[in-house]
Nanobody, 125 residues
Framework: QVQLAESGGGLVQAGGSLRLSCAASGRTFSNYAMGWFRQAPGKEREFVAAISRSGGRTSYADSVKGRFTISRDNAKNTVYLQMNSLKPEDTAVYLC??????????????????WGQGTQVTVSS
């Protein structure tokens, strides 16, 4: 029903910034709460940030509060993750997710229905 495509990942030095984008297909983007997750090799998938349908509510993992900002532009069917003050421990594949059943925000992967392929973020020290 919806396809998600992440972009904007890359290699950056510690302390630097990256802006990830997630472009969604279809006309029903505004019906989905959105989230960002990340997964490093050998580790479980980890919640990063979430945003409500209209963008009015957000949620962040403690590890990224004050450094990352999630936003969305429903007219462009796109959700963003601005990442500042990056640390080596932020290195992971970052995944975009959409949830039709989420009324506000969700911090768990089971709340989401659709997932992108991911984009690699590597932070060097």
């Amino acid at each position: 029903q919806v396809q998600l495509a992440e972009s904007g990942g890359g290699l950056v030095q510690a302390g630097g910034s990256l802006r990830l984008s997630c472009a969604a297909s279809g006309r029903t983007f505004s019906n989905y709460a959105m989230g960002w997750f990340r997964q490093a090799p050998g580790k479980e998938r980890e919640f990063v940030a979430a945003i409500s349908r209209s963008g009015g509510r957000t949620s962040y993992a403690d590890s990224v509060k004050g450094r990352f900002t999630i936003s969305r532009d429903n007219a462009k069917n796109t959700v963003y993750l601005q990442m500042n003050s990056l640390k080596p421990e932020d290195t992971a594949v970052y995944l975009c997710a959409a949830g039709a059943r989420i009324l506000v925000v969700s911090t768990i992967g089971a709340g989401y229905d659709y997932w992108g392929q991911g984009t690699q973020v590597t932070v060097s020290s």
